[in-house]
Every structure is written in C-alpha cells, then in structure tokens.
C-alpha cells in the first residue's frame, strides 16, 4: 500500500485539501504502508512562494506525517516535480513514438479563434484537431517552432474505469478532447506529471477531490497508452457549506493553519475532517488519531457531500480541550496568553489557574479572555459602571458601601483559601438585604475587571491577599470619585 497527497503549491492549504492528504495517510496507515508527499509545481505561472512550505507545515501540526518526500530522500527521489522535468519530456517522446501523441503547434490567436467559432456555434469548446493528423512533410515545415505535446485520444469507443468510492465508471471517448501532455515551455501539465510520478514512485492508491473525477477518463487512458497498470482510484466527496452551497469563509471555513492561530488542536481538525464523508459507526463524534487507523477504510468513505459545521468543531475543539490534563492545557495556552498580554508568564502560575478556566474554553485563545487579568500589574482597565450593574446602577453608595463591607471580611480571613473567604463574605449579602449574586457580580468587577470571570472565591484565593485587597480597595475608590 503506498498512497500520497500531492500539493500544488498556489496559495495556503485549505480544508479540502487536508482532509483528502488525512484520508490517503490513514489508509496507508491502517494497511501498514507508506504516505508519501510531492509538491507539483509545474505550473510556474500559479506558484506562490512559501505555499510548500505551509503545507508542509500543516501536515506537521496535524501530525500527518510522510515515509518520503522533499525532505526524507525515499528511492523515488526527487519529489518535487519540477525537479523531475526531463522525465516528463522523455515520456512525452515516448507517446509520441508510439503515436499516442503529437506535437501541436497551434497558436494561442488560432485556438483563440477556433474556441469563439465554436461558441459561436454553441458548441462546448475544445481543440479542434488541427495537427493531429499532418503528414511527415508538413511537421518537417513546423520543426523548431514552438509546440505543445497533445494526447491522441481514441476517437471512437468508450473508457471504462472503477472508482473505489464511486463505483464503475464509464466515459465516451468522442466526448474527450485532445489535451496538452506537454506545455511550451517545456514543464508538464497535471495529467502527464501525475500519471507518470504516480507510476514511478509504485502509487497503489490514489485519493484526490471530487472535482478530477472529469479527468479521470484522461489518466486511465495515459495508463493504457504506457502500458501501466493504474492504481486504485477514490474520489472523495466535495464539502459543502450548511446551506449546501460551496464551502467558503462565510461558513466558518479558514485556509488550514489559520486554524492553529484561532486556537483550534490539531487532534480536534484530525477528528472533525474524518468524519467529512467517513463514519465509524452512526454516533461516534469523538475518535482518536489511533482508533482512526484503526478502522479506517475506503469502503466507509461516502460519494455525497458532506457538510462542513463550524459550531460543531468548535464544540469538539472545546470537548478535546476539557480532556486534557491541566498541565497540558498550560502547556498549550501559554503562548496564545503571552501573545495576548505581551509579556511572558510563569508557567507554574498558569498551571494554577487553568483548573478554574478549563471548563469553559472552547478555544485555546480564549484563555487570552479568561486569564489575563490573573497577570495585570497595577490598576484593572475597566469602566466603573461594570461595578454597579443593574441592582445597584441607581445607588452606588450601597455599592460602595458592600465593597467595604467585603474588604473588612476579606482582611479577617487569615487561612487565605477559598473555602474561607467564601464563608467570610457570603453573608454579607443577607446583612444588606441584597441577593448574593449582586453582591458577587461588584466583587467580581473589581477583583477581574470583567462581568463574567472563572468561581469568584477561587479567583480570590489564586489572586492572593495582597492582590485581592488592593483591586477591591481600588475599586471603592473608582465609586467614590464616580
């Protein structure tokens, strides 16, 4: 078994694409076999510069690792393909020796002609042929002009192929076109580069998109023409948006890594794609990288699109950040927090406060949220009025008032823990008449600086006396001056 992802490196990874590289990994996994990455960048017109190298990256993040490739020097070296231009070449002379090809010397004003004549005619455009039949004199007359190397497809018959996921297939040959193998400049389309690496590097499996199942028809017939054996082919399904429409950003999709820096886990991505199109049974959500290997195979891989959920992920991000040990979780929060306040941060106080916040992270980055005010040096930013709320918006004296009420308690606590400081202050509320939670909500304000924050007398405990008195005997001094 040896499958591969095969990039084009024109922009970011997106989505599609690595879930298609984590469905060819798995099932060369599951098989015990080897995955295989080559970047095909024989369109020079489209390169992006560091567009491999963010796939590579991705693929890292992900932990979807490759047996060979740009950097892992396998025996099918090199793997990037515009490395490997002159065995397209030299395979473009062999169809044509063999008359399954021909040079096409056809200029781009003709072509540009015959297509607007066609459409004219309202007839679907294609290359009408022209070179394919010139006699040994008139290529003579075209020798050392510019050309193109064409595929001479049958123009009679029908092509009939299987697809893993899709079932047989069959494609009318007079619908076909004759396609460039060869470009001007010398570098290889997609159809000729593929199917020749596919062959060389020994590809039993091949998974691509939905969108080359057009093609299909082309490669098995530059298989035939070879005399190769073609490898097995899936093609897996298109995601589509919630509304059914093609997948974009207004459905909460984001270019791969983007994905990392909005505070995503890579194990939540893994188990979010694998189940774009493939199930391990009718309920199961939640599916670790070894149970995926484990069970994955081609023949659960569904040929209808699937739909791409962004609070589902979310909601399993958030489920996967919950199971990890807080130390771990510290470990992972802590640069999204130190990129967030600016500065480093302690990661033994972190480990501290992750247990009061872990419940309700759904995202690495909301630790930025959560936590910050645990690391603030001085006075807290916020508006005074957050302090009064509702209750207390029309009498800020009975505000003030309790914050006092509660800095007397706070000091007499001697065992600073949140068992005490909670008994300490809790009657407070009864004594004015007011509910608990107007009470706490004030306090909260002014130890955190924020309506919503982690349990109020943890939050206390982990702050510390000194911090805690300090912030609270501020916050009466913002009410005073209010």
Not at 182 to 207: Q, R
Not at 280 to 307: C, G, M, Q, W, Y
Not at 340 to 355: F, H, S, Y
Request: glycine share 8%; with cysteine.
């Amino acid at each position: 078994m040896r499958t591969r992802y095969a990039p084009s490196p024109t922009g970011e990874p997106h989505i599609g694409n690595i879930r298609t590289a984590l469905f060819a990994w798995l099932l060369a996994r599951h098989h015990g076999g080897e995955f295989l990455l080559r970047i095909e960048d024989t369109d020079r017109a489209r390169l992006v510069e560091g567009a491999a190298e963010a796939q590579m990256e991705t693929l890292r993040w992900l932990g979807i690792d490759w047996d060979e490739g740009p950097d892992i020097r396998g025996s099918f070296a090199p793997y990037t393909q515009s490395e490997r231009v002159d065995r397209y070449q030299s395979h473009a002379q062999q169809l044509i020796d063999t008359d399954w090809a021909y040079r096409c010397h056809c200029s781009p004003e003709r072509l540009d002609d015959v297509r607007k004549e066609q459409q004219a005619r309202k007839e679907p455009p294609r290359y009408d042929r022209f070179c394919r039949d010139l006699t040994a004199e008139e290529r003579a007359t075209k020798e050392g002009q510019p050309s193109v190397v064409r595929f001479k497809t049958p123009l009679t018959g029908e092509t009939v192929t299987h697809d893993a996921i899709r079932g047989e297939m069959t494609f009318q040959n007079d619908t076909l076109d004759d396609f460039v193998l060869l470009k001007s400049d010398g570098y290889p389309t997609y159809h000729l580069a593929a199917i020749v690496d596919d062959h060389l590097m020994e590809i039993t499996h091949v998974l691509r998109g939905e969108e080359w199942v057009s093609s299909l028809a082309r490669h098995i017939l530059i298989f035939r023409a070879f005399g190769w054996e073609p490898p097995v082919y899936a093609h897996v399904s298109t995601i589509l948006g919630p509304d059914r429409a093609k997948l974009s950003k207004r459905h909460g999709a984001h270019a791969a890594l983007t994905y990392r820096e909005l505070g995503y886990l890579p194990e939540a991505i893994v188990n979010f794609l694998a189940l774009l199109g493939w199930s391990l049974d009718d309920h199961t959500e939640i599916i670790d990288r070894e149970t995926l290997i484990k069970h994955f195979s081609i023949e659960r891989l569904l040929p209808n699109p699937a739909v791409f959920n962004a609070e589902k992920l979310e909601w399993m991000n958030g489920a996967y950040i919950r199971a990890l040990s807080p130390q771990e979780l510290a470990v992972r929060g802590r640069p999204y927090l130190e990129a967030g306040i600016g500065k480093a941060v302690d990661p033994g106080r972190l480990a501290e406060i992750v247990p009061l916040i872990q419940e309700r992270i759904k995202l690495l980055t909301d630790v930025v949220e959560m936590a910050d005010f645990f690391f603030a040096e001085g006075p807290l930013e916020y508006d005074a009025s957050l302090l009064l709320g509702k209750r207390f918006a029309e009498e800020p004296e009975e505000a003030r008032g309790g914050l006092g009420l509660v800095i007397a308690a706070a000091e007499g606590v001697s065992d600073w823990k949140h068992e005490a400081l909670e008994v300490a202050i809790r009657p407070l509320a009864e004594g004015m008449g007011v509910k608990a939670g107007d009470l706490f909500g004030v306090v909260r304000v002014a130890v955190t600086g924020k309506t919503a924050a982690p349990p109020l007398f943890e939050t206390m405990e982990v702050l510390g006396r000194e911090v805690t008195l300090e912030r609270l005997r501020e916050a009466v001094g913002r009410l005073r001056s209010g």
